[in-house]
């Protein structure tokens, strides 16, 4: 293990002007925003900052009487935030690889835990994937981005993103996929036999498919986002 004198720690690890605009990654897991102005962020995210900046829950009835059902149903109510003002904004999610992604007038979906931060003036959407056949006791909750701005999600470890062609479909598991281009339609799926050979309860027998022309982003980690009515 390495030892450091004080002047050559904080040599190593101070933080550093890049000059990458408004979405920094400081590290590969920590994103520095240079506000001036606004952005919208995950609940909770907030690891530092320095200068005049102010937070925000996200108001009840801010982006409509739907959006606010949606949330509800889902139970991920006040999962965003707004940071206002000049300054310096550090964001992380436990230590999570950090993705920045800029829509040019692009669309992309990201499932609603992996979402970091996002430009506002983004238009975005809350979308609810229903379960199929009573696996589920939930859906799987997805933010719709779309527009000109810069998005940041995260993923465990490295992510890795598979093309979808035409004819050519991608299966994915539901709780390793981080996000998929706007122009593809997902469908679930269960492969009854991997059911039958890995019991009932296995979230392996559901998938997602991705058919259409387009990419999918998945990470080597399955985090839980359902609970299974028969454990």
Same mark, same amino acid.
């Given at each position: 293990m390495s030892k450091y004198s004080i002047s050559q720690f904080i040599q190593s690890t101070k933080q550093k002007d890049l000059g990458q605009g408004?979405? *920094?990654?400081?590290? *590969?897991?920590?994103l520095e925003v240079n506000?001036?102005?606004?952005?919208? =962020?995950?609940?909770?995210?907030?690891?530092?900052?320095?200068?005049?900046i102010k937070f925000e829950r996200e108001g009840i009835l801010e982006h409509g009487l739907g959006r606010l059902l949606k949330k509800t149903f889902t139970g991920e109510g006040s999962q965003l935030m707004k940071a206002k003002g000049n300054?310096?904004?550090y964001l992380a999610d436990q230590g999570k690889k950090i993705t920045i992604v800029d829509l040019a007038g692009d669309s992309i979906y990201i499932?609603?835990?992996?979402?970091? =931060?996002? %430009?506002?003036?983004?238009?975005w959407d809350i979308k609810l994937m229903r379960r199929i056949a009573g696996v589920l006791s939930g859906g799987l909750f997805n933010v719709h981005l779309e527009g000109n701005g810069l998005v940041a999600f995260?993923?465990?470890? %490295?992510?890795?993103?598979?093309?979808?062609?035409?004819?050519?479909p991608i299966f994915t598991d539901p709780n390793a996929t981080v996000a998929w281009s706007g122009n593809l339609q997902p469908e679930f799926v269960t492969d009854i036999q991997l059911?039958?050979?890995v019991g009932r309860g296995s979230g392996e027998s559901l998938q997602m498919k991705f058919s259409g022309n387009? &990419? @999918? @982003?998945?990470?080597?980690? %399955? %985090?839980?986002? &359902?609970?299974?009515?028969?454990?």
């Open positions: 408004f979405f *920094e990654l400081e590290t *590969e897991r920590i506000l001036n102005g606004l952005v919208w =962020a995950k609940m909770g995210s907030m690891i530092s900052y320095e200068g005049n300054g310096k904004l499932n609603g835990n992996d979402l970091l =931060a996002f %430009e506002d003036g983004l238009h995260t993923s465990h470890y %490295e992510p890795l993103t598979l093309m979808v062609y035409p004819g050519q059911k039958t050979l387009g &990419f @999918v @982003v998945v990470q080597p980690y %399955e %985090e839980v986002y &359902f609970s299974d009515k028969n454990s």
